[in-house]
């Protein structure tokens, strides 16, 4: 009997090892892409933010320069506070509007999966074919957007996209509404986690709509909104593709944010060594946000 028991514990762990085996196998493809695409560019982008160099010629180690420098360039000073200002107006805005467009689409009533699908049309459209069309709704001229405020009676509308203090107004604008049908989906099937029982609980202690909301919805959806929070948040530094096609940074520095003026830094200047740390300092100003959200999520989280 020992000696069938022996046999059985052996044969059993000649097999655990083969399977792990196979596991790393099939872990590799995925090792092996991350390590070439992902680790190694980090390294090589942090020993570059201690360089200066061009792309072509010599490497310069420089140390600390290109990050002492930070501190007395105004247009890394005017993108980055772009960069806060755009995520200040974005993110609530966008959070709210998704959170009402879910409340309003979980209700059961017919062609309601129509009107999901379109709502979410945005974010899977190009951005730039989204940029173009909102450029055409921006026009100062001949755009809609202005011929509706003259209907009012207002003689003198915004220029939008030509005003350094509308600009980044109408970007984020043009934002919120290209990407809040993702988080929308988000609260949703939060919506549709929350056990029925608690509502019909609520009503025979004669709670109100607006009770039932703040006593059982926000509280059981506050998983799915810190995600969505996080999520919003990390999207909104990354903003680049809005900028680059409408403004182009511009006018002026008006909407020059972090990731559109490190593209300037590296691929129109050239100044690989300076645009990686400005990446560096972007990266640590996404780590940073990200920490005090996990740190606080213990105080309205509830799981």
């Known amino acids: 009997m020992k000696l069938l028991s022996g046999k059985k514990k052996q044969k059993r762990g000649t097999l655990e090892k083969h399977e792990a085996k196979w596991g790393y196998i099939f872990l590799l493809p995925n090792f092996v892409g991350f390590l070439i695409f992902t680790l190694i560019p980090v390294v090589a982008a942090l020993?570059?933010?201690?360089?200066?160099?061009?792309?072509f010629g010599n490497v310069d180690f420089t140390g600390f320069k290109n990050y002492l420098l930070l501190l007395k360039d105004q247009r890394f000073i005017d993108s980055f506070v772009n960069t806060i200002y755009f995520t200040i107006g974005s993110v609530p805005l966008t959070i709210i509007v998704a959170?009402?467009?879910?409340?309003?689409?979980?209700?059961?009533?017919?062609?309601?999966?129509?009107?999901?699908?379109?709502?979410?049309?945005p974010y899977i459209s190009s951005v730039v074919a989204v940029a173009?069309?909102?450029?055409?709704?921006?026009?100062?001229?001949?755009?809609?957007?202005?011929?509706l405020i003259k209907s009012f009676g207002i003689t003198d509308p915004p220029t939008w996209l030509s005003s350094t203090a509308w600009a980044l107004p109408a970007v984020i604008l043009m934002s919120v509404w290209k990407t809040f049908g993702y988080y929308m989906v988000m609260f949703l099937a939060g919506l549709q986690g929350i056990p029925k029982y608690l509502y019909e609980a609520a009503e025979?202690?004669?709670?109100?709509?607006?009770?039932?909301?703040?006593?059982?919805?926000?509280?059981?959806?506050?998983?799915?909104?810190?995600?969505?929070?996080?999520?919003?948040?990390?999207?909104?530094?990354k903003v680049f593709d809005q900028i680059y096609v409408m403004t182009q940074g511009g006018p002026g520095t008006s909407t020059t944010v972090l990731v559109y003026n490190i593209?300037?830094?590296?691929?129109?200047?050239?100044n690989f060594g300076y645009?990686?740390?400005?990446?560096?300092?972007?990266?640590?100003?996404?780590?940073m946000v990200t920490l005090i959200?996990?740190?606080?999520?213990?105080?309205?989280?509830?799981?």
């Open 263 to 270: 593209y300037c830094e590296a691929f129109q200047k050239y």
């Open 204 to 237: 025979l202690d004669g709670c109100t709509g607006w009770q039932k909301f703040k006593n059982i919805t926000l509280p059981m959806l506050s998983p799915t909104t810190f995600f969505v929070t996080i999520m919003c948040i990390i999207n909104s530094f």
């Open 99 to 121: 959170l009402a467009v879910a409340l309003a689409l979980n209700q059961k009533l017919k062609g309601i999966s129509a009107l999901r699908a379109a709502y979410f049309l």
């Open 47 to 55: 020993i570059m933010s201690f360089t200066n160099w061009d792309g």
């Open 132 to 147: 173009v069309v909102w450029q055409a709704l921006y026009n100062p001229d001949f755009g809609p957007l202005n011929s």
């Open 275 to 287: 645009a990686s740390a400005q990446a560096f300092v972007f990266f640590a100003l996404i780590l």
């Open 293 to 303: 959200q996990f740190r606080g999520q213990k105080k309205w989280v509830n799981y």
